[in-house]
T-cell receptor
Framework: DVKVTQSSRYLVKRTGEKVFLECVQD?????MFWYRQDPGLGLRLIYF???????EKGDIPEGYSVSREKKERFSLILESASTNQTSMYLC?????????????FGSGTRLTVV | KNEVEQSPQNLTAQEGEFITINCSYS?????LHWLQQHPGGGIVSLFM???GKKKHGRLIATINIQEKHSSLHITASHPRDSAVYIC????????????FGAGTQVVVTP
């Protein structure tokens, strides 16, 4: 089974801190995504990557950056955390040439910024 | 306006009942996904559809490309089916990006 592992289930950070959310997949997938999920707003795409060192902005990239130095790891960075970034963050991966299995999501990181 | 509309928003059923969740979309897609999210946050991909119908256990998903509509059916529902079900469409020429519906909260009572 494909696994997508997010480094933390719960995080509490202070306003202004630099925050790193890590996501690792073990199936050599090309495409990886970071979403955030908020009540009433659903899931929204922050950034995605279709190859090592390649990244594209999603719908809500402001206040975030990403890093993909290795194929298996896609990191989301909050440059200076703010309270409006309190949310559930979900990472997902997708093999570029395979529709068979669809997406695989990580179990999510619930981030609270105080 | 959301390009992916789900209905109903909430649904309560008694154990054993047949459940249907609907999804309509207004954009060109290469595939439609049905996802399940249990309390605690983890999302599981149930189906990926580009045409026709798929079945897995008690779950059935159908899609009508011409009408831009999909349904997820749960037969003989069980309390463990209680979850949020999310419809998501993969836009054409989009590197696999998904656009999500708002989700349907399903509660199945014993």
């Amino acid at each position: 089974d494909v696994k997508v592992t997010q480094s933390s289930r719960y995080l509490v950070k202070r306003t202004g801190e630099k925050v790193f959310l890590e996501c690792v997949q073990d199936m050599d997938h090309e495409n990886m995504f970071w979403y955030r999920q908020d009540p009433g707003l659903g899931l929204r795409l922050i950034y995605f990557s279709y190859d090592v060192k390649m990244k594209e902005k999603g719908d809500i990239p402001e206040g975030y950056s990403v890093s993909r130095e290795k194929k298996e790891r896609f990191s989301l960075i909050l440059e200076s955390a703010s309270t409006n970034q309190t949310s559930m963050y979900l990472c997902a991966s997708l093999a570029y040439d395979s529709d068979l299995y669809g997406y695989t999501f990580g179990s999510g990181t619930r981030l609270t910024v105080v | 306006k959301n390009e992916v509309e789900q209905s109903p928003q909430n649904l309560t059923a008694q154990e054993g009942e047949f459940i249907t969740i609907n999804c309509s979309y207004s954009v060109g897609i290469s595939a439609l996904h049905w996802l399940q999210q249990h309390p605690g946050g983890g999302i599981v991909s149930l189906f990926m559809l580009s045409s026709g119908k798929k079945k897995h256990g008690r779950l059935i998903a159908t899609i009508n490309i011409q009408e831009k509509h999909s349904s997820l059916h749960i037969t003989a529902s069980h309390p463990r089916d209680s979850a949020v079900y999310i419809c998501a469409v993969r836009l054409t020429h989009s590197w696999g990006k998904l656009q999500f519906g708002a989700g349907t909260q399903v509660v199945v009572t014993p």
